[in-house]
């Protein structure tokens, strides 16, 4: 991701002293955030070096406060738009009253009057263009008399509400509100302090890093008796200020070649000490619980929002009075699953009877369901992949009473359950046909933010730091590079750098460019993976993993596919009765597992299911996006006989077989369609269409008699 940052360095003043030490600050400053710091530094007031072809701060121009008004605006508002931002200034400062006689702090600029602060850059003004912008992180550093007016009065009156929004930020000014700020025959002692704090020998020795953690902490003891005082104000992740080339990659790591990466599977609680980069989305979604007790989490595929429930909100929970229930996704059955979700509190067949008669029974609510449960801990039900409401193949009335009995948290006074679901976001639409649902999206949704910058990085290195490596420095401006090209990248880099684990520099202990470039990069190393795997198998069984494949898919309208869980014994029985067929098949499941290509997760009655490992495997494995384009509309309408036979199954009346336009599709395109469906389907099918037939022929039957008796 670009940083961008603005360096300010004022020399030439009408109303002050002129102070051509700023300048030199300001070109030190600027020259240490482009070797280190990976920043496109705009210099203002800026001169061209041309036999250089850069711009450096300059002492013989003057900078007015319309010029640097427009430059700021410019700056935070389109230039740093969602991206990470630095603003250095070094100058005059200083405070004037205003009407209510109030102290007000200003940034001089080379015109502005000391008495009213005109054509000066107010502390307010720019506290309200910050709260305009829309960065990935920010970092202000004011090196300039009365700097702490920006905090301590500015910032601190408007409530925090300008940095709420922003991901990161940390702002350190030169002195408080009431001091000023001293210079040396060098320059500023707060500037001498930064780039004191930045320099080689304070960086860190594993990463080569230095953030804004450790420059604050630093620059707090070198001032330490100077007359003046840093404050410092911050919310986020520390931002990474600058690197340089590690000391030692590994010093004061244990080396351990466990993987801390997931490849194409979700964070887990288990897994949590090597999730990084969603604290604040974390943060957020704790924060909407103390308020409301239903919080949708929607992101488009792949932006992580399970792996944020899973392995973020879940564990920071631990440590409070909330009592986590295990995890559900709806599936085909979302009520069954409802009530797994709470079957540790009905203990015992009759209790068991009654917890099924609280779900289903739609004349119980929500709160019925809450009374009999033992005990007063607050509890959390966390719902993910709630699409598959939508996708399963669950009946209209199964998706209404699922829910309804969810939203009704919000119904309760005090209730003890709250819920939090994850959403494609994608799936938005569906949600508009049960208004409940509708407006709790609209008033308690928390979107899933792009994961960038300082944020992305951490999520690359600093699992691999946990584990004693490091990460080169070029694969890293790499991969920032690569995600821009594609959107819902996580699950891709993700795999990505599990690949790459297992080809680490094992003797060096990094993961490294060169390596990644040979699995093909960010897009190229799952496909790579999926194809070797694929091409590993007989032909026989490659015709198996198609099969396989498109049967974990629900084929949607268009290209909207979505993944669909399927009993084990569902996909063995594609080779018929036969057992010696079935263990083939199975064997092909187990390589397809240790693959990660595929995963399985088993019920409480013992009967296991399987799935695919993340829908990136849909567009990230090319010969299976292929094969999705094929046969769309025959796959739709065997997904339909599935639906339809899952609800007969329930309840096994004449009207709830196939019948009408659906039979009648069926009908025609059985031939084609025979083969791909189990014996449960086939003989479903037998019995609608005789069913059909005879409700045809009683109907042809009535007609004739109704013609000759009564025309």
Known sequence: MPRYALVIGIAKYDNFTNLPKAVNDAEKIAQLLREHGWFDVQPLPGKLIEGENRWQVTPDKKLTGKELGQTLRTFLLEKAKGSEALIYFAGHGFEALNLTGEPKGFLATSDCNKVDGQNAIAFDDLNTLIAKSQLSSLVVLLDCCYAGSFLERSFIKSGFSVFNSKQDYSLITASRAFERAREDDEGGIFTKAILKGLAE??????????NANDLIGFIK????????????????????????????????????????????????????????????????????????????????????????????????????????????????????????AFQQFFPGARKEKQLKDLIDNEQ?????????????????????????????????????????????????????????????????????????????????????????????????????????????????????ED????????PLLEFALTKLWEKRDRNQHQLTLEEYEKLGGLTGALNLHAENLYTSFTKHQQDWVKRIFLKLVR?????????????????????????????????????????????????????????????????????????????????????????????????????????????????????????????????????????????????????????????
Not at 201 to 210: H, L, R
Not at 483 to 490: A, M, N, T
């Open 221 to 340: 003891r070198e001032l330490t008796g100077s007359g003046q005082e840093a404050i410092y104000m911050g919310g986020g992740r520390s931002i990474s200020l600058v690197w340089y080339p590690p000391k030692n990659p590994v010093a004061a790591e244990v080396v351990s070649e466990e993987c801390p990466y997931r490849g194409l599977e979700a964070f887990d609680k288990q897994h949590s000490k090597f999730f990084f980069g969603r604290q604040k989305v974390v943060n957020d979604i704790q924060q909407k619980l103390e308020l409301a007790k239903f919080v949708p989490i929607v992101g488009a595929s792949g932006s992580g929002k399970s792996s944020v429930v899973r392995a973020g909100l879940i564990p920071q929970l631990d440590d409070s009075e909330w009592q986590v229930l295990e995890p559900i996704k709806p599936g085909f059955e979302p009520l069954i699953k409802l009530r797994g």
């Open 555 to 711: 084929t949607g309208a268009q290209a909207k596919d979505t993944r669909q869980w399927q009993a084990k014994t569902k996909l063995l029985s594609i080779a018929g009765d036969n057992p010696d067929e079935q263990q083939a098949i199975n064997d092909v499941l187990e390589k397809l597992i240790q693959g990660r290509l595929i995963v399985l997760d088993s019920e409480p009655t013992g009967e296991v299911w399987v799935d695919l490992a993340h829908e990136a495997l849909m567009e990230g494995w090319e010969r299976f996006a292929k094969w999705r384009k094929e046969g769309r509309e025959l796959r739709r309408l065997r997904d339909r006989i599935e639906d339809t036979l899952r609800i007969w199954e329930e309840e096994p009346r004449n009207e709830n077989l196939m019948m009408g336009g659906l039979l009648a599709k069926v009908q025609e395109r059985w031939s084609e369609l025979e083969s791909d469906l189990d014996i449960a389907a086939r003989e479903f099918y037998q019995h609608s269409d005789v069913q059909g037939r005879q409700r045809k022929t009683a109907e042809t039957f009535y007609k004739i008699y109704l013609s000759e008796n009564y025309v």
């Open 201 to 210: 020998d304070k960086a860190d020795e594993a990463t080569g890093e230095i």
């Open 364 to 480: 119980n609510n929500l709160s019925a369901i809450l009374e009999k449960l033992p005990g007063s801990v607050k509890l959390l039900l966390v719902v993910d992949q709630f699409e598959e409401v939508f996708t399963g193949g669950a009946s209209q009335q199964e998706k209404q009473r699922f829910i309804d009995l969810l939203t009704q948290v919000v119904e309760i006074t005090d209730s003890r359950l709250a819920v939090v679901i994850t959403m494609r976001a994608d799936f938005l639409e569906p949600c508009l046909q049960y208004p409940s649902l509708t407006q709790l999206i609209q008033t308690q949704a928390v979107f899933m933010p792009p994961l960038t910058g300082v944020d992305l990085k951490d999520s690359i290195a600093e699992p691999a730091k946990l584990q004693g490596h490091s990460v080169e420095e070029g694969l890293l401006l790499k991969i920032f």
């Open 483 to 490: 995600v821009k090209q594609e959107p819902g990248f996580l």
